[in-house]
């Protein structure tokens, strides 16, 4: 979309950082999301079954659950993107003032980039957090056996 719109120019030496970082910050979501909804799902399976025990399908019974996981893997990124400039200056508006851009230009860069990586963390999140919970359930709305993580 951003290319589409001519925001960046359609070249490598923006495509790649930019598509790196978007990915770098969706995989650590994406990790975030699938550890917090199979803890909840395990540590509130009595709560969930109960639930499924009075008609809800999968999906309603695990809503509560799966809004506690979203919330929790797309928090670290949406306080990120409020603190940038703030309290820290990222890479690459850093980078962009050091190689003579003017700030101004640098900054709306800078927010650009962040809101691509808000967008496809919250994007990624999303899709993962309810295939996750289509795996979870069998289709006559059964929670599978979770099992629990080894402790290190």
Known sequence: ?????????????????????MIGNSMTAMVLVARRLVDELRDKRDEVEARL???QPSRQAAAPYLRIALRSAISPQIETTKATGLV???GAMTGLILAGVPPVQAVLVQAVVMFLILGSVAATTVVVALGLVRLVFTRDHRLLPLRSRPQR
């Open 53 to 55: 025990a009075l008609g």
């Open 88 to 90: 820290f200056l990222p």
């Open 1 to 21: 979309m951003i290319f589409g719109l001519r925001v960046f120019p359609l070249q490598a030496r923006t495509l790649v950082p930019i598509a790196g970082m």
